[in-house]
């Protein structure tokens, strides 16, 4: 009995959907054709790029949950501020909020640092601008690539663009004394 009244329930709602449905598409249609006959030009506006939704921050420990509570928190900081691990060329990451919304974040030193250093000065009232020169005059050095990638170029171009520099890169591609090693640079050490 209680197997046929789920049943009854699932055939209940199914039906339900689809009578909505069916009541509210001929109305849609009539309106597109109703705008169309009228010579009305309206257009659909698709966003140029797909914004990605941060990770949960409650998937993660401590200190990995750090990083993701930052790129939830300052998304508009995040997003501008380019990683450093070497992803750009791993993972086709374009910044450093592509690192959190994945796990890629939580296994990346380098990720991690960079977004809890950004929460920091946000947290202390500093621009933007002066966010992105700190994080980059830090981090630039750790990069693990002997060429910067075409993502590296556009970011620093547009840092120009706005009248800032960055400082050299790490010529051999090599990690610098200091750093705790790259995640994406070095595949033997990146977690699958």
């Not at 169309?36 to 140029?48: D, I, L, N, R, T």
């Not at 060429?147 to 170029?153: F, K, S």
Request: charged fraction near 25%.
């Amino acid at each position: 009995m209680l197997f046929s009244l789920i049943v009854s329930k699932q055939a209940f709602c199914s039906l339900t959907a689809i009578s909505i449905a069916t009541m509210l598409l001929p109305s849609a249609f009539a309106s597109a054709e109703n705008d169309k006959a009228q010579g009305s030009k309206q257009e659909v506006q698709v966003p140029k790029t797909k914004t990605l939704k941060v990770l949960d921050p409650n998937l993660f420990e401590y200190p990995m949950k750090m990083g993701y509570e930052s790129a939830k928190k300052h998304p508009e900081v995040v997003s501008k501020l380019f990683c450093y691990c070497g992803c750009d060329k791993a993972d086709n990451h374009k910044s450093l909020m592509d690192c959190y919304t994945s796990d890629h974040g939580a296994y990346c030193q380098i990720c991690l640092e960079e977004a809890i250093k950004a929460d920091e000065m946000v947290g202390k009232k500093i621009p933007i601008r002066e966010i992105q020169q700190k994080i980059d005059g830090d981090f630039a050095k750790l990069y693990p690539l002997a060429q910067p990638t075409p993502t590296l170029l556009k970011y620093r171009e547009d840092l120009k663009k706005e009248g800032l520099v960055l400082g050299s890169l790490n010529k051999t591609g090599k990690k610098t004394s200091g750093s705790q090693g790259s995640c994406c640079g070095d595949h033997s050490n990146k977690k699958k």
